[in-house]
Every structure is written in C-alpha cells, then in structure tokens.
C-alpha cells in the first residue's frame, strides 16, 4: 500500500504521475523516507527495494 | 413532446450536492469538464443543512450560554438570559450562509444545478424527478454521493416525541427532557448541548462506554463535565420500546444488570448511527454492486462496477466524515479527467465536539503496539501549559504515538480546549513520516496551545521540560 511507505502526500502524487510504483523504491531520506530524486532515480532504473 | 422521451447529454453529473457531491463537482469543473449536479433537497447535503454546521452553531452557543449563566471565571459574574427562539434563527441564518456560499460556487464554477431525484434507467443514463416534470439524461460519466440518514430502530419507529438529529437539531424550544438512544459522538454532543441549555438529559447506551471508539482517559473528561450536567449514562443498556403519550414519551430498556427500567421525557432522541442512501437509485440496473454490508463497492479512484459511475463519501467503506466524502470526492473528479489520482491518505482526523473537545488522528496506542511492537508514547498535560491555564482551561492532555524504533508518528490523541484545532499538525505529521524529534526541534509560539504537541513529542523522547520525567 503506497500510503504505507514513508514519504510525503507530494512525493506519493509524484510517483503516481510518474507511473512509478512506490513500494517498489529505496529511500534515501530518514528512517528510508522516499524522496522525489528515488522516485526519479527508480525511473531511471537506478536503485531497487532492497538493494 | 412527449415528457421523458428526450435524454440530454451532460459531461459528468454529480448526483448529491454534500460535502463529497459539491467538492466532486468544482474539482471536475476545474478540470475542464461540463459538470450538472442534481440534488432532491438543499445545497450542502446533510453536513451543511442538518449535521456538522447547525450542531456546531447550537454547541457554541449553548457554550456562549454556560459561560455567561455561571461564569466558571473568576472574578467575574453575569446574568444570562436565554432566548432559544433568536438561537434558533441565528443557526439558520449560519445555515443559509454556508449553503448560499455553495450555491455561489457552484455558479462561480459554471456547474448547473438540478433540483430533482434521479435514479439509474441504463449504465449511462439516469431519469431525474423534478417539481413538475422529469427528464432523462445520458451521462459520460458519473458521481455517486447521495449520503447516508439517521438509522431508525423498529423498536422506536421516528414520530413526533421520538426524533432524529434533523428535528432535534430544529425543536423550536428547550425540552424540559430528553432521552437520548446511542451514546456516540453524534448523541454525546447533542446530549452535552441541550444539558447545558437547561434540559434534563439521559443517554442510553448498548457498549460499556458513550463514545466507545475513543481513548478512555479521554473519555473520563467528557464523562465528568456531562455529570456536572446531571446528565444520566447508562452503558451496556439495551431499548427496548417507546410509548408515547400527548405529553410525553416513556423509553424502557434494560440496564447493565439486566433489569428492566423506564424513563420518561418529551422527546426520545435516538442516535445510533447512519444508513447509506443507496436504494431506489436503480444502481443494480446500472451494474453498480454493493459490498455484504450494503456500502457501494469502490476501486481505489472510487470507481464502482459500472466503470463510468464513481461513488464517495457515506455510501462507500470508511468513516462517515464530511473530509472524507471532500478527499474522495476530488479523487473520482480527477481520475474522471485522466489524472492517476487514488484514494491515498495515512490518516484521517476524527473530533467530537463534546466539552471538552476531544480529537484523533492515527493509530491507538493499542494498534501502533500491535504494528510495531515497541512504541513510544508522550502525553501532556494541559495543566502544565501557561496559555491552557491562563484561559482557565487546564482540563485535558495531548498524547503523541510513535514507532519507538524510528519515531515515526503515528497517531495523536487530544481532550481539552481546541483539540479540533490541534488536531491539525499531528495529521500532517503522519502524513510527512515526521517523527517526533521533527516535532520536538519545530519552534511553536508561545504561549499557545499548540505548544503542547512539542512539549508532548519531547515527552515521547523522554526529554520533557515542563514536565517532570518519572
């Protein structure tokens, strides 16, 4: 469930628009809140959950 | 012509003009689309016309009253007088302001507005019964907020001395009594009002507690100042039938113990919840199908089985709340105009506008436990702050919940003085992953209330200062 990740309402509608799925991205932020720039590097096929 | 053989074409029809409705309808107008929304009664729906607002208007001025009848401050005497009629026309007047404030929107969005009921003919199409005529209307697609109406018990069939909020909300005098079925927030708060107007009030409950679904220590607040009303509770009390006389009404239940008693008052009010408005709106033929438990059933953009026709607010699962009708009322509108929008919050703030107020947001204690194992819990007194006891309101606490192992807030839990308000920060808290340390290093003014959710959160990380850690 997306609203279960750590990460803003802003980050989450982001990641939608983006077509990303959330749950599926590392964070980088504090406690592993997801940012803008993971939602973006995850795109870009950078970084993977659990990596 | 023949009335009902044409069917007009609209772009998205809104059927329900409440907070869901309403909200659905600007959001979709925003966006680019031709909206009409159809509503059988007022603009506003039940939150604008019989619930949140004139309960909220009667509570503040049976507030207005209990402080000038015997002024709890010191120092200072009044002399009050009560004139319910003029209370009466001031609710109304609150009323008419609210919903003539949607009728400018709606015209100030373009949004045609249809007084009429409708009810699905075909998946895309709806027959909507006016004054004088009805008339057919294809839609491209469509939002479903037709609301929820108070639960009737058929034990105590609604008459003239046994009532809903609608009409206790509109008596045109203070009863001498009052009965009231259902000790919840809608119960609590109208049984609070009315004590404090003069009325002698009783409140029959079936659970072990009135307000059931809130944090007991918060409860006991609630609990006392009703008592100081000489309000009479009884919990674990099952009713069981009414007999009305011109005069009167007389309730019989059984108590706690399981004998029978009666009471006798002149109206009988009884609160015990709310019923989706879902018949009569031909959803079958229009492919919509409900849940085991009569809710329509929903994807998470609040689209139904009829993938055309979306549905919000009190006919679907979740809180009956005016802010979640609004949220998911925005969701169907822009999933409508192609936007990835999902239904997608962490919590949602429930308040009750009992004295005094208490407000929640998030998990309880219990279940943070019980999704977290370790939690760190920080709870802090209203006495201990210098705005909560300079407005002679020292009566409450705040308490933060938080994932102990990254303290992460996850629920919120306030009585006392503004808690409705306070509420506020803690919601977003949850939604931004804030942990308390975030909360304890955000600077709040002082001295206000508000300061209490950081001294709380300090609580929580054992760093308290205007509280001695034990």
């Not at chain 2, 102990?404 to 919601?427: D, R």
Request: charged content about 25%.
């Amino acid at each position: 469930q997306a609203h279960e990740v750590l990460a803003t309402p802003g980050v989450r509608k982001f990641a939608r628009e983006e077509g990303v799925n959330i749950t599926q991205v590392h964070g980088t932020g504090n406690h592993g809140k997801v940012t803008k720039e993971d939602v973006l590097a995850f795109k870009t096929g950078g970084s993977q959950a659990g990596t | 012509m023949v009335v009902g053989e044409f069917s007009e074409e609209v772009d998205v029809l809104v059927i329900g003009g409440g907070p869901g409705g309403y909200v659905a309808a600007i959001r979709a107008a925003q966006l680019g689309k031709s909206v009409t929304l159809v509503d059988k009664d007022e603009l506003g729906g039940v939150c604008l016309n019989r619930g949140c607002i004139p309960s909220k208007a009667l509570i503040s001025a049976a507030h207005h009253y209990e402080a000038a009848k015997e002024s709890a401050f010191p120092g200072i005497a009044t002399k009050a007088e009560l004139d319910y009629a003029k209370v009466q026309s001031w609710k109304q007047s609150v009323v008419e302001k609210m919903t003539g404030g949607v009728k400018t929107l709606m015209k100030g969005n373009k949004i045609k507005v249809l007084a009429g009921e409708a009810f699905f003919t075909k998946p895309n199409e709806v027959r909507i019964m006016m004054e004088h005529e009805s008339e057919r209307f294809t839609f491209q697609d469509c939002i479903l907020a037709t609301g929820s109406r108070p639960i009737e018990l058929k034990s105590l069939p609604f008459g003239k001395r046994v009532i809903s909020s609608t009409e206790a909300l509109n008596l045109d005098k203070v009863p001498d009594s009052m009965v009231i079925v259902g000790g919840g927030y809608i119960g609590t708060e109208l049984g609070q009002t009315f004590a404090k107007f003069g009325t002698k009030v009783t409140i029959v409950e079936g659970l072990d507690s009135i307000l059931a679904a809130f944090d007991k220590q918060m409860v006991r607040l609630v609990e006392r100042n009703l008592k100081k009303y000489d309000v009479a509770i009884h919990t674990k009390a099952m009713a069981k039938s009414v007999a009305e006389t011109d005069k009167d009404v007389t309730l019989t239940f059984t108590d706690k113990d399981g004998q029978e008693q009666s009471v006798s008052a002149d109206y009988v009010l009884v609160t015990v919840g709310r019923r989706p408005n879902t018949e009569e709106l031909g959803l079958a033929d229009a492919g919509i199908q409900l849940t085991d438990k009569g809710l329509v059933q929903v994807d998470s953009q609040g689209r139904t089985t009829n993938p055309h026709v979306y549905a919000i607010g009190d006919i679907v699962p979740g809180a009956a709340l005016a802010h979640k009708a609004s949220y998911e009322g925005k969701v169907a509108a822009e999933a409508i105009a192609g936007h990835p929008s999902i239904v997608d919050y962490r919590c949602i703030p429930a308040v009750v506008f009992s004295d005094p107020e208490m407000a929640s947001v998030g998990l309880s204690e219990d279940e943070a436990k019980k999704e977290y194992g370790e939690i760190a819990v920080g709870r802090f007194p209203f006495a201990a702050n210098g705005r909560a006891v300079s407005l002679n309101a020292d009566a409450g606490f705040v308490k933060v919940v938080a994932d102990k192992n990254s303290g992460v807030v996850v629920g919120a839990h306030i009585v006392g003085m503004e808690a409705s308000n306070m509420i506020a920060e803690f919601g977003l808290a949850i939604e931004m992953s804030a942990t308390l340390e975030d909360l304890a290093l955000t600077i709040h003014a002082h001295p206000t209330l508000g300061e209490m959710v950081m001294e709380a959160a300090e609580v929580g990380l054992g760093q308290a200062i205007h509280v001695v850690s034990k």
